[in-house]
């Protein structure tokens, strides 16, 4: 039987542009409720939310750090507090520091824990938080990660991106195998999106891709 969309509760990390955005205002046309969670741009958060008015569906916006265990935890119940319940969680929220890929010092003990805690740490404590709702579900839930090919390859914006993204990917197929079938795992790993942080990237690395993926060849 086909999974409708229609009245489905949808939490996304990073909610407030870029990707995330489209990807709130996908699930809305589609006739879903909306957490539109942010890091620091309420301002943001907020136009997106109001964008996605003309669907009639419920939304509200969500400020949380994926960097710390406790917002990764709260968003989740606001979520559930606000909405009504919880159906798909899209884990989109990643950091990286743009370096040279083969410097082995370009970023610092602390820079590559941060990319650790909010690249693989804040997906196992958000489906930590999830699973038992998603398990109580009818229909159970879905649990989808933003991820990237850096992850499979030997390439990105830094070296630990490349290494917390595929451990983010080996986390994946982990859950998938221990959490389904009532809760249904995977993730999607765009190349280089033209987004505000996607055209941070060189010129030349920008025009280097055979081919350059749009925000709606990913959705």
Known sequence: MPYSLKGRNVLVTAGSRGLGAVICRKFAEEGANVAINYFSNAEAAQEVADSLQSYSVKTFIVQGDA????????????????????????????????????????????????????????????????????NA????????????????????????????????????????????????????LPGLLLTEWGRLFPEEVIEGYKRISTLRDVV
């Open 67 to 134: 960097e710390k265990r406790q917002d990764n935890v709260r968003i989740v119940q606001e979520t559930v507090k606000n909405l009504g319940g919880l159906d798909i969680l899209v884990a989109n929220a990643g950091w990286t520091k743009m370096s040279a890929f083969a410097d082995l010092h370009a970023l610092t003990d602390e820079e590559w824990n941060k990319c650790w805690a909010v690249n693989v740490m804040s997906h196992v404590q958000l489906i930590q938080e999830a699973a038992p709702i998603f």
């Open 137 to 188: 579900n009818p229909d159970g839930g879905v649990y989808l990660i933003t991820s990237s090919i850096a992850g499979t390859s030997q390439s990105g914006s830094s070296m630990a991106y490349s290494v917390t993204k595929a451990a983010g990917l080996q986390l994946m197929k982990n859950l998938a195998y221990t959490q389904g079938p009532k809760i249904r795992v995977n993730a999607v």
